[in-house]
């Protein structure tokens, strides 16, 4: 099993709303990663994950929190969102803290603030 | 600072035709180098990559990328570019022990029948 699933596909939430996104992977990876990306720009990391202990935060507003309960499960929760935060919000892991181990992306969950 | 520059935003090729999608970066050490290609509305989805050893690389679909040190370029190519190649493309930088990438801005190629 080689993929990394995301739930749900799309997304669409007030800006008074609380929710949650998914990912989960099966492969045995210690690195979990959260991006977002804007339509035809490239991905931009949120939060990582290694050994389940929060490894990085990009400095990301405290309106998405991250969680990670166990080595195979991802959450991003979300609340009091702007319609800026309107993107594609990414999942990936990967077999160890980057530098040389390639990350594996979930499809995304489109999220549209309204 | 570490980046990683994809000069072109657009690459036309008509199908059959060899092509090359461009990357080059700065980076302050040894670069470990990745390709991803995005097709539209799914996640980013590895080619290839290259840490250390023969400068050209061969990834998944047929594609391969070289490593040229020299010129801090890493560049994508296919002999024989083929319809199902259209896509976003885009090439990442990182470096030992630094656990993040920096993505370039990624380059749209449309391989026309």
């Known amino acids: 099993d080689t993929e990394v699933t995301q739930t749900p596909k799309h997304l669409v939430m007030g800006m008074t709303n609380k929710k949650s996104l998914k990912c989960e992977q099966h492969m045995g990876h210690r690195a979990m990663y959260w991006y977002k990306q804007k339509a035809k720009k490239p991905p931009e990391l949120m939060f990582v994950?290694?050994?389940?202990?929060?490894?990085i935060n990009e400095s990301v507003p405290s309106r998405f929190s991250p969680e990670c309960p166990n080595s195979s499960l991802l959450n991003l929760h979300l609340h009091a969102l702007q319609p800026e935060d309107s993107a594609l919000y990414l999942c990936a892991s990967s077999q160890k803290l980057a530098d040389s181990y390639e990350q594996y992306f979930g499809p995304g969950t489109r999220l549209t603030v309204t | 600072a570490q980046s990683v520059a994809q000069p072109e935003d657009q690459v036309n090729v008509a199908e059959g035709n060899p092509l090359t999608v461009k990357c080059t970066y700065s980076?302050?050490?040894?670069?470990?180098l990745f390709w991803y290609v995005q097709y539209p509305n799914r996640g980013l989805q590895f080619l290839l990559k290259y840490i250390t050893g023969d400068n050209l690389v061969k990834g998944s679909y047929g594609f391969e990328a070289e490593f040229n040190k020299s010129q801090t370029s890493f560049h994508l190519k296919k002999p024989s570019a083929l319809v199902s190649d259209s896509a976003l493309y885009f090439c990442?930088?990182?470096?030992?022990?630094?656990?993040?990438?920096?993505f370039g801005s990624g380059t749209k190629l449309n391989v026309k029948p």
């Open positions: 980076v302050s050490g040894n670069p470990y």
């Open positions: 994950y290694s050994y389940e202990k929060l490894s």
């Open positions: 990442a930088v990182t470096l030992y022990n630094f656990n993040k990438f920096y």
